[in-house]
T-cell receptor
Framework: QKEVEQNSGPLSVPEGAIASLNCTYS??????FFWYRQYSGKSPELIMS????GDKEDGRFTAQLNKASQYVSLLIRDSQPSDSATYLC?????????????FGKGTKLSVIP | EAGVAQSPRYKIIEKRQSVAFWCNPI?????LYWYQQILGQGPKLLIQ????????DSQLPKDRFSAERLKGVDSTLKIQPAKLEDSAVYLC??????????FGSGTRLTVV
């Protein structure tokens, strides 16, 4: 049974600070990793994908992947109140053509003005 | 491009009744998924289709849930009979290759 673990939070950060969200996964063969943002009452929205070890930056968002430690993180710089949401970590399968994602329970982020 | 379409948005039914949800994926996306998201939890996979074939339905409660994807496009998820614990948001998603999913707006089901 593949598992994806996240701290449920809530994580509270002041406006302008860096928010750090963490995720660990159990399937060592996983090849793809995603972060989704989910506002209350809305469906998840893809914000970052990462496939190789290291960092990937997109605007204020940076995803970090360490396959040896089976660890994925998302940094949000200059956090804004509009970033307040639940962030879901999702991990892809290990087989060829296996695009199925396993999701964590999500971390609720609150950015305090 | 048009997104993933789902209907209805909301549904309230009594336990033991039946209900059906509809999904139309993004054009060209061969893979379609149905997920169940209970309040406060992450989405849990119910079934995965590749074109009109089932790839994985290992977590689908087959005694009450069924799903089909005719002609490899639209899909329908049915629950019969519904239980109180089926109250959740039912999310449909589609994907192209390994680039992540696009989710529809979801159907919020309340079983009373």
């Amino acid at each position: 049974q593949k598992e994806v673990e996240q701290n449920s939070g809530p994580l509270s950060v002041p406006e302008g600070a860096i928010a750090s969200l963490n995720c660990t996964y159990s399937d060592r063969g996983s090849q793809s990793f995603f972060w989704y943002r989910q506002y209350s009452g809305k469906s998840p929205e893809l914000i970052m994908s990462i496939y190789s070890n290291g960092d990937k930056e997109d605007g204020r968002f940076t995803a970090q992947l360490n396959k040896a430690s089976q660890y994925v993180s998302l940094l949000i710089r200059d956090s804004q109140p509009s970033d307040s949401a639940t962030y879901l970590c999702a991990v892809g399968g290990s087989g060829a053509g296996s695009y199925q994602l396993t999701f964590g329970k999500g971390t609720k982020l609150s950015v305090i003005p | 491009e048009a997104g993933v379409a789902q209907s209805p948005r909301y549904k309230i039914i009594e336990k033991r009744q039946s209900v059906a949800f509809w999904c139309n994926p993004i054009s060209g996306h061969a893979t379609l998924y149905w997920y169940q998201q209970i309040l406060g939890q992450g989405p849990k996979l119910l079934i995965q289709f590749q074109n009109n074939g089932v790839v994985d339905d290992s977590q689908l409660p087959k005694d009450r849930f069924s799903a089909e994807r005719l002609k490899g496009v639209d899909s329908t998820l049915k629950i019969q009979p519904a239980k109180l614990e089926d109250s959740a948001v039912y999310l449909c998603a589609s994907s192209f290759a390994n680039y992540g999913y696009t989710f529809g707006s979801g159907t919020r089901l309340t079983v009373v």
